[in-house]
């Protein structure tokens, strides 16, 4: 069967919200909304006691962590102090305590490690495994290539995006906690130990309470306007890279998947160009990045030179005038530059909180379109049911794609068990979707398409895909059939030097040859006991003898399967029942036969094929 993007056209990545006309992006909460319920049920389920435990565990040694540095801070003065007034044993007790204050320290910031990052890989893991089940089941990952919801490179989405959607989520949690706690105990400190700052004016004095205090928070809210407004276009842009990155990566995927094609048909020099041009876009998206991120390190900069300097100059006036000891200004600073930190979280991680955004965006479009995609198709879509008479019919089916434009017209059939039909002619594009409709795939059209009760409906390749591992994972795939079972399968269908080769684990998509891997596909097929069989040009690769041999083990096998055979190859039309030719009338596929033939096809006939 030809990929899909013989039906589609040449595949293109796919608009995101921010390029699609009349469509605009989420905004920022919106995005941490979606993100936040889409993610939110590690904490629930299953997974619940690992999540909740490794969560409170970090919480609790960020608080103790907090206060270790509170303590350390108190010993400072403490130290000082002792220096300023020459007290050895007071300063020789503290030298002895500090080792222990370093060890606690330490040991807290081991816990908080390994607990974060322990915690980052789990929840990481259930995210991916949650996007990669809802992706990969129910065939969703084809489903949602035709419906045109498809956000550009899902696979890259669900590998590194959501890696960089949940690691520094955990990582602002701990800045953002640890931050709150901070402010809380170090404001006290500037408090306790800055006190008022008493000015002499003409008239008199005036007192400023808690002076340190006030300078510390309309410095620290300053700068924090000063960075969200510079700033505020900084995640988009972001956002336009990292979609800039995904077009190129795209763009060198699409040479390697058409490799063959274009080095036969030496387009090389087209590949070129097209990927010059994504790169050149990409360019200019990171040019615009670095400037807006220029423009905010003129204030980060100028921030965090200043911040060690300001609190001592606050302080210089009450130690010069002997209301602060030396010990007094260490702490002042210190806290002053830890509520700082604490304040300007949003300035500290400004960056990776707009680079999370981006990628929490790209995985919330994922999640939504795969959502989006188990809904009815809009407009017209085909019915799917079971007969009452173990017959498959096609009534009037007309398929279109999803831009309205039909494919094939007014197919109309019905097949008892045992039969075989050969469908050549004008197939075109319609074919494709007639073997993708038939196997629950092709969503748009009319008329109905009606199988047997039960019936599990097999498509049989003209290339079939030979995934990673044993070549006994690519036969079975149930992964329950006896050794033996598979091994006679291989010999019946001309594999016998495979048989005794069904554990190697081999890259068996380069090891095997197209006419191998075509008989592989028809054993394959057997073994799934299908009832019903859709050949798309499978035996192209095989001479007329030897594809009539393997279409004949077939029938053997599954005497009452009902197979259609798509196309020109070999041994399709002699082995077939019954016929059905279509041609190509305005545009449009159509059924070849009279109105004497439609009769026949709905009742079953489909014109004989001759003995």
């Known amino acids: 069967m030809r990929s899909r993007d013989s039906v589609r056209g040449e595949p293109s990545p796919v608009l995101t919200s921010d390029e699609m006309p009349g469509m605009a992006p989420p905004g920022d909460r919106q995005v941490a909304l979606r993100f936040a319920e889409l993610t939110g049920g590690f904490w629930r389920g299953h997974s619940a006691g690992r999540?909740?435990?490794?969560?409170?565990?970090?919480?609790?040694?960020?608080?103790?962590?907090?206060?270790?540095?509170?303590?350390?801070?108190?010993w400072n003065g403490w130290f000082f102090d002792a220096l300023e007034k020459k007290d050895a044993e007071s300063a020789l007790i503290a030298m002895a305590v500090f080792p222990v204050l370093v060890l606690i320290a330490a040991g807290l910031g081991v816990v908080i490690l390994v607990a974060r990052e322990t915690f980052q890989v789990h929840w990481r893991q259930w995210v991916t495994a949650t996007l990669a089940d809802s992706w990969i089941s129910h065939r969703r990952f084809f489903r949602l290539s035709l419906s045109g919801y498809e956000p550009a490179?899902?696979?890259?989405?669900?590998?590194?995006?959501?890696?960089?959607?949940?690691?520094?989520?955990?990582?602002?949690?701990?800045?953002?906690?640890?931050?709150?706690?901070?402010?809380?105990?170090?404001?006290?400190?500037?408090?306790?130990?800055?006190?008022?700052?008493?000015?002499?004016?003409?008239?008199?004095?005036?007192?400023?309470?808690?002076?340190?205090?006030?300078?510390?928070?309309?410095?620290?809210?300053?700068?924090?306007?000063?960075?969200?407004?510079?700033?505020?276009?900084?995640?988009?842009?972001?956002?336009?890279?990292?979609?800039?990155?995904?077009?190129?990566?795209?763009?060198?995927?699409?040479?390697?998947?058409?490799?063959?094609?274009?080095?036969?048909?030496?387009?090389?020099?087209?590949?070129?160009r097209a990927v010059a041009r994504t790169y050149d876009s990409l360019v200019q998206r990171w040019l615009a990045m670095i400037r807006q991120r220029g423009r905010l390190t003129w204030i980060t900069n100028g921030s965090g030179a200043l911040v060690p300097v300001v609190p001592l100059?606050?302080?210089?006036?009450?130690?010069?005038?002997?209301?602060?000891?030396?010990?007094?200004?260490?702490?002042?600073?210190?806290?002053?530059?830890?509520?700082?930190?604490?304040?300007?979280?949003?300035?500290?991680?400004?960056?990776?909180?707009?680079e999370w955004l981006a990628a929490a965006r790209r995985v919330n479009e994922l999640a939504d379109a795969l959502e989006r995609v188990d809904g009815d198709p809009p407009g017209e879509h085909l019915a799917v049911t079971q007969s009452v008479d173990g017959l498959l019919h096609l009534d009037e089916v007309t398929l279109i794609d999803r831009d309205g434009r039909t494919l094939i017209a007014d197919i109309g059939l019905s097949l008892p068990p045992g039969a075989t039909l050969h469908l050549s002619g004008e197939l075109g594009l319609g074919k494709a979707a007639l073997i993708q409709a038939i196997a629950g795939l092709w969503p748009w059209g009319r008329g109905g398409i009606v199988l047997p009760p039960g019936a599990r409906v097999t498509v049989v390749p003209q290339k079939l895909h030979l995934s990673e591992g044993s070549l006994r994972a690519v036969v079975d795939t149930a992964l329950a059939?006896?050794?033996?079972?598979?091994?006679?399968?291989?010999?019946?269908?001309?594999?016998?030097?495979?048989?005794?080769?069904?554990?190697?684990?081999?890259?068996?998509?380069?090891?095997?040859?197209?006419?191998?891997?075509?008989?592989?596909?028809?054993?394959?097929?057997?073994?799934?006991?299908?009832?019903?069989?859709?050949?798309?040009?499978?035996?192209?690769?095989?001479?007329?003898?030897?594809?009539?041999?393997?279409?004949?083990?077939?029938?053997?096998?599954?005497?009452?399967?009902?197979?259609l055979a798509f196309g020109q190859s070999p041994g399709f039309a002699e082995a077939a029942s019954h016929r059905l030719l279509l041609k190509r009338a305005g545009g449009v596929v159509r059924m070849a036969t009279t109105e004497r033939g439609r009769a026949e096809a709905r009742a079953g006939h489909i014109e004989p094929a001759p003995p």
């Open 313 to 354: 100059l606050l302080a210089a006036p009450k130690y010069l005038s002997g209301e602060m000891s030396l010990g007094g200004v260490v702490q002042v600073a210190a806290a002053f530059v830890a509520v700082q930190n604490a304040f300007n979280w949003v300035l500290d991680n400004f960056m990776r909180i707009a």
């Open 153 to 272: 490179n899902p696979e890259y989405r669900i590998a590194d995006d959501v890696r960089w959607a949940t690691e520094p989520v955990v990582d602002f949690a701990i800045g953002l906690l640890s931050a709150v706690i901070t402010i809380i105990t170090f404001i006290e400190i500037l408090w306790e130990i800055g006190g008022g700052l008493t000015l002499a004016t003409g008239g008199g004095t005036i007192v400023i309470p808690a002076y340190l205090v006030l300078a510390a928070i309309i410095y620290a809210v300053l700068v924090s306007l000063l960075v969200t407004f510079v700033g505020r276009r900084l995640p988009r842009l972001i956002a336009a890279r990292n979609e800039g990155e995904a077009r190129l990566r795209f763009s060198l995927m699409r040479i390697r998947d058409h490799d063959e094609t274009i080095a036969l048909a030496r387009t090389e020099a087209g590949e070129r």
């Open 51 to 74: 999540a909740w435990f490794w969560s409170l565990l970090l919480a609790g040694a960020i608080i103790f962590g907090v206060f270790a540095s509170v303590t350390i801070n108190r």
């Open 481 to 563: 059939l006896p050794t033996e079972r598979l091994e006679d399968a291989l010999r019946r269908y001309g594999l016998s030097g495979f048989a005794a080769r069904l554990d190697e684990t081999r890259d068996w998509d380069k090891e095997l040859a197209t006419g191998d891997r075509q008989r592989l596909a028809l054993a394959r097929a057997e073994l799934e006991q299908p009832d019903v069989v859709l050949l798309d040009e499978a035996t192209s690769a095989l001479e007329v003898d030897a594809a009539l041999e393997l279409l004949a083990e077939l029938r053997a096998a599954r005497p009452g399967a009902i197979i």
